[in-house]
């Protein structure tokens, strides 16, 4: 089975509620319907958070060549990741969504007493929010580890709230190849929203910065391999 092949990165920060029962159960899906992927929990316990730099803590630990980037609170379908790595013979990477089902908190509290290898078809997501996103990149990702470590992994200059998966993209896009995205559906599991979306300015103003257009991204990532070959 193609799970054999795959280390799945989670950005973790634990919130002692919510955020924590629904990785426990997500968890216990990954090694139900993959129980061959390598589970990669990276860790950031600074302040502000920096999810790019969990991220690539995870990717530190991984050994497998092909990386699912995925938040904890995402509940997947195996059959969405199969066509994911299946798209993987015809594009660079795959965002293997196109919208977000946002959970309530009853919904998920509901399928945490489910078995974690329940089908999507057996869950109940009547009455969830749904997001049409194709200008979300994060959430999922379906990644080579060639191409992740061919752009560096994520950029650890973005801290706090936001922009590190589109500067991921736009790096990935330019220096790798386009991503594929399929037309399929996501789903998120409730938790208490963060109250305050810290470092989000200066976030939008790094990723203009560095980020906004191809050659831009280019010096810049020009500059970053003549400043890592000094050190």
């Known amino acids: 089975m193609f799970d054999k092949r795959i280390s799945v990165l989670i950005p973790y ?26 589970i990669c929990m990276g860790i950031y316990d600074k302040e502000p958070f920096s999810r790019a730099a969990a991220i690539n803590n ?13 938040d904890a609170d995402i509940i997947f379908d195996i059959d969405q990741i199969a066509k994911a790595i299946l798209g993987l013979t015809c594009c660079t990477w795959i965002i293997p969504f196109n ?14 007493k489910m078995e974690p290898d329940i089908a999507i078809k057996y ?6 929010s ?19 470590e061919k752009v560096g992994g994520f950029d650890e200059i973005f801290k706090g709230w936001g922009e590190e998966d589109d500067a991921f993209q736009r790096a990935m896009d330019t220096l790798c190849g386009h991503y594929g995205r399929i037309t399929t559906n996501m789903w998120h599991m409730y938790h208490t929203p963060s109250p305050y979306k810290f470092n989000h300015e200066k976030n939008l103003n790094t990723l203009d910065k560095f980020y ?4 831009t991204i ?3 990532f020009n500059k970053k391999d003549k400043d890592k070959n000094y050190k």
């Open 99 to 112: 919208s977000i089902d946002y959970l309530t908190k009853e919904q998920s509290n509901k399928l945490q």
């Open 123 to 128: 869950i109940d997501f009547i009455g969830c």
């Open 130 to 148: 749904r997001l049409n996103c194709d200008w979300i990149y994060g959430g999922m990702n379906v990644v080579p580890r060639e191409y992740f």
């Open 58 to 70: 995870a990717a530190g630990i991984a050994t497998r060549d092909i990386f699912i980037i995925a």
């Open 212 to 215: 906004g257009d191809k050659n």
């Open 218 to 220: 280019i010096n810049y």
């Open 13 to 38: 920060k634990s919130d002692g509620g919510y955020r924590d029962r629904n990785w426990k159960w997500i968890k216990k899906r990954y090694k139900a319907l993959m129980p061959q992927a390598e």
